[in-house]
């Protein structure tokens, strides 16, 4: 599912935040306790050089041979070590009752008698597991704040940044070719969403220009294909007219009026349908689809009889849809078409009305169809010659016209299912 540019951003920061949280800590964390043991040390050795001066004054603290108030100890040794040497051990504290870490210095010196000496002096240090806990629930909340500021940030901030983007992006949904004047300019002085305006409005010129000479040429050339096409056939029924044809000769013309009136019925769904996904029905209202069947069921009532068929409607609840009245008829008209056309003599007709659609159903010596294909152009249904196979593809192309309609197609118990219903 498609997320919102804001969203989207929060998404990914919501995602970053934690590796870079976690990073920043250790590197922290390191940096905290390599400062600690800096100064530490730093106390370590100046006490050191405070414990041997006083040594020189007052030769009884040599005698110092357990750690005590002042913790330091005084050890004699054969061999003596000038260089500081550094550690970190655990001694048991009787106040806490457990290990704590302790930093030591052990170093020598030569004492105001000649003797060699090993020096220890220690100090208590921070407990690393609690700095652990008290840095990661700093860390915690730290995460949590920068988090609710970036989210107050892209409620804010961001929308406001992108609401020019964000009305581009409404007006392109809402844009029919026709009414170029729909879509708006944005001045907000942002250069990367003028450039983009810019190039929108150009876009949609060009695409103007060519739908309008589309829709030209379609249209002349329709007409000027309709006008010899009647002219011949008002010929050829002059011809049978006059009765001086034999009966191979009148035949033949028949052949040719029928092909030729094909081509009439092609050539109107064509511009037909160049004029749906033309989108040149753009009025809406508020439409009954019960009336609307009651007119088709009424026009059609010669060609029900001529095939004696049952048409049973069921009316529940009234289906109400905002089209194009003239779209909508067209519709229904062709769906009930196929449903007389392709049914057998005394075969069934059923239509349900409800709130949530439209429902045609009809027997036939057809078997199941294939959804995929029966609404694809010049599409025939199997042993029929005669169509010119736009029929369904008109009906889809009303439907795609509307984004809150689908037709849905099923086969259940010898009747095949044409739905009209609601998103």
């Keep these: 599912m498609a997320k919102s540019l804001k969203n989207y951003t929060l998404k990914h920061l919501a995602y970053a935040l934690p590796l870079v ?9 390191a940096f905290i306790l390599d400062e600690v043991y800096d100064n530490v040390d730093d106390g370590l050795k100046n006490q050191k050089i405070n414990i041997i001066r006083q040594a020189y004054l007052d030769s009884t603290i040599l005698n110092t041979r357990e750690y005590g108030v002042n913790q330091f100890r005084i050890i004699p040794t054969d061999s003596i070590q000038k260089k500081n040497v550094f550690s970190r051990e655990f001694i048991y504290m009787e106040y806490d009752a457990e290990m704590e870490p302790y930093r030591i210095l052990r170093t020598g010196f030569y004492g105001p008698d000649g003797q060699a000496y090993s020096l220890e002096i220690r100090t208590s240090t921070v407990e690393e597991d609690d700095l652990i806990i008290d840095l990661s629930i700093a860390l915690f909340v730290l995460y949590l704040l920068l988090l609710l500021t970036i989210f107050l940030i892209n409620n804010r901030v961001l929308r406001r940044a992108l609401k020019p983007l964000s009305r581009l992006t409404e007006d392109l949904q809402n844009y029919q070719f026709g009414n170029k004047n729909q879509v708006r300019r944005i001045d907000e002085g942002v250069t990367e969403f003028q450039i983009l305006s810019d190039k929108v409005q150009d876009m949609i010129e060009r695409n103007e220009s060519l739908f309008h000479k589309q829709r030209t040429f379609i249209e002349n050339a329709s007409h000027e294909l309709q006008t010899p096409l009647t002219i011949t056939i008002g010929q050829l029924e002059l011809l049978l007219a006059e009765g001086q044809l034999d009966e191979i000769q009148s035949q033949r013309i028949d052949q040719a009026k029928s092909a030729l009136h094909r081509l ?21 209202e508020e439409i009954p689809v019960s009336a ?11 060609l029900v009889i001529f095939k004696e068929l049952h048409v049973h409607t069921k009316l529940n609840e009234e289906f109400q849809i905002k089209a194009h009245r003239g779209l909508i008829k067209i519709l229904i008209s062709n769906l009930y078409r196929n449903a007389i056309k392709y049914n057998f003599k005394g075969g069934k007709i059923e239509v349900k009305i409800d709130s949530k659609g439209f429902t045609i159903g009809n ?13 694809d152009r010049f599409y025939k249904f199997p042993g029929d010659s005669q169509s010119t196979g736009l029929g369904l593809s008109i009906v889809q192309s009303i439907v795609g016209t509307y984004p809150n309609l689908k037709i849905h197609y099923t086969y259940e118990k010898e009747f095949h299912l044409f739905t009209l219903k609601k998103i």
């Design 21 to 29: 949280v976690a990073i920043w800590a250790a590197l922290f964390y």
């Design 292 to 302: 609307v069947w009651s007119e088709i069921e009424e026009e059609l009532q010669d």
């Design 363 to 375: 027997t036939s010596e057809l078997p199941p169809l294939n959804p995929e294909i029966i609404y």
């Design 264 to 284: 009439v019925q092609l050539n109107r769904n064509l511009l037909m349908l160049s004029k749906i996904e033309n989108r040149q029905f753009p009025e809406k």
